[in-house]
């Protein structure tokens, strides 16, 4: 028997309902005008349109793992009725991580949480509510069928078939659905499908996924991309120019697969209360806001500059040239003053000269002795970077785990 296996729009709705009977089965939903990822019940996925769960959602999936507002601790205290100076306090770590069968996002989203494991699961600190989910979760993934307006995986490294990041990778060919094991979580979902054996159909999904990817736009060139937006970060005319139109409303942020900031509340008494942490942005003006009243970033191109250079320079910097952005795009259509973060990063590397250490440098001039001693020359005004990011096998493609 092959690896991969073939299932009809009904055995699959029948499999996912039988999944749901003792997981929480997350799927794109349509919610008045938007699509998003919600849990489905046994019975509403035994009566699904196959259809519907297959919509491209206009949120990311990483509130499976990262949700919007969690309880990171709870406490009470009560006083001693013999000694009303005393208090005996209880804490209690609420973190639930329900098993979670992620269904129906892409590519695009599945590399978005390989993109947040970085910061969340390696170093010396690891956070607990983040690595717990994510071993619980199943991600199961669908290869792009089509390409979409804003779609720019190919410029990061990806493709409409990847399937970093992915447990199960599916894809849609004539009849019904060819699915794929990525990881061992994968083959332990599929092992009780009972999908039939399909060997006889991997010319048809190869095909597939060749036509998705040959319908994306060419990808920019985005030499030395890390270097050279690192170079903008004091250049304030071209990140005024670029954001003259934002709003700051936040959206792109929300949106994103790999936005990651957050703040931390605390509600209720000192008695009785709990610690939230909740998704922030960085595009607001409030964030970095400081007790003094001070705001290191109080301009909308302050704010944008961060953004930008997080996804192409910050992160690759920390985490060996990869990008912290997938190519998604939603970003870019859900904009509503329509500012398009490619045309961003594009501008900044081809308005920016740079000297590399990879330049084709000429022959050394034979050694003359001076007859006197020499001053020393001047440092260049750019030196060359100690990394280059395009000596990179990948670059934007992360290790698979």
């Known amino acids: 028997m092959s690896n991969l296996l073939f299932a009809t ?6 499999w996912l309902s039988k999944l749901a009977s003792g997981k929480r089965v997350m799927a794109p939903r349509q919610e008045g005008p938007s699509v998003v990822f919600r849990a489905y019940t046994a019975k509403e996925l035994a009566a699904a349109d196959v259809n519907a769960l297959l919509k491209r959602s206009y949120s990311s999936p990483k509130q499976a793992i990262l949700p919007q507002c969690e309880t990171l601790v709870a406490f009470k205290s009560a006083k001693d009725p013999e000694d009303m ?3 005996t306090t209880t804490v209690e770590n609420p973190c639930v991580a329900e098993p979670t069968v992620l269904f129906g996002g892409r590519p695009c989203d599945a590399r978005g949480f390989v993109v947040l494991d970085r910061p969340y699961l390696e170093g010396k600190f690891k956070d607990p509510y983040y690595a717990a989910r994510r071993e619980a979760t199943v991600i199961v993934t669908q290869a792009c069928p089509t390409v979409l307006n804003g779609c720019f995986c190919n410029w990061v490294g990806s493709d409409p ?3 970093e990041g992915s447990d199960v990778i599916f894809t849609a060919v004539d009849g019904g659905f060819v699915f794929e094991a990525v990881t061992e979580k994968g083959e332990a979902l599929l092992a009780g499908a009972g999908f039939a054996d399909a060997a006889d159909k991997a010319e048809a999904v190869a095909a597939a996924h060749a036509a998705a990817a040959e319908a994306l736009p060419a990808p920019s060139t985005l030499d030395h991309v890390q270097e050279k937006v690192a170079a903008r970060f004091t250049d304030n005319a071209f990140w005024d120019k670029e954001t003259v139109k934002c709003l700051s409303c936040g959206c792109c942020t929300f949106i994103c697969p790999t936005c ?10 000192q008695l009785d209360g709990r610690r939230l942490r909740s998704w922030d942005s960085c595009m607001t003006p409030l964030f970095t806001m400081e007790t003094s009243g001070h705001n290191p970033r109080p301009t909308k191109a302050n704010r944008m500059r961060n953004r930008v250079s997080h996804k192409f320079s910050f992160y690759p910097e920390r985490y060996d040239g990869y990008f912290s952005c997938v190519g998604c795009g939603r970003c870019v259509v859900s904009c509503p003053v329509s500012l398009d973060i490619r045309h961003m990063v594009k501008a900044a590397v081809e308005g920016c000269d740079l000297v590399f250490e990879d330049a084709p440098v000429a022959e050394p001039a034979p050694v003359v002795e001076a007859p006197a001693p020499v001053a020393e020359a001047a440092p ?6 100690q990394k280059p990011a395009s000596q990179k096998p990948s670059k934007g493609k992360s290790k698979k785990k």
């Open 380 to 385: 260049a005004q750019n030196p060359a970077p």
């Open 85 to 87: 100076s005393k208090l």
């Open 9 to 14: 729009p009904k055995e699959l709705t029948g």
């Open 161 to 163: 078939a990847d399937k």
């Open 260 to 269: 990651q900031c957050f703040t931390i509340t605390d509600e209720g008494s």
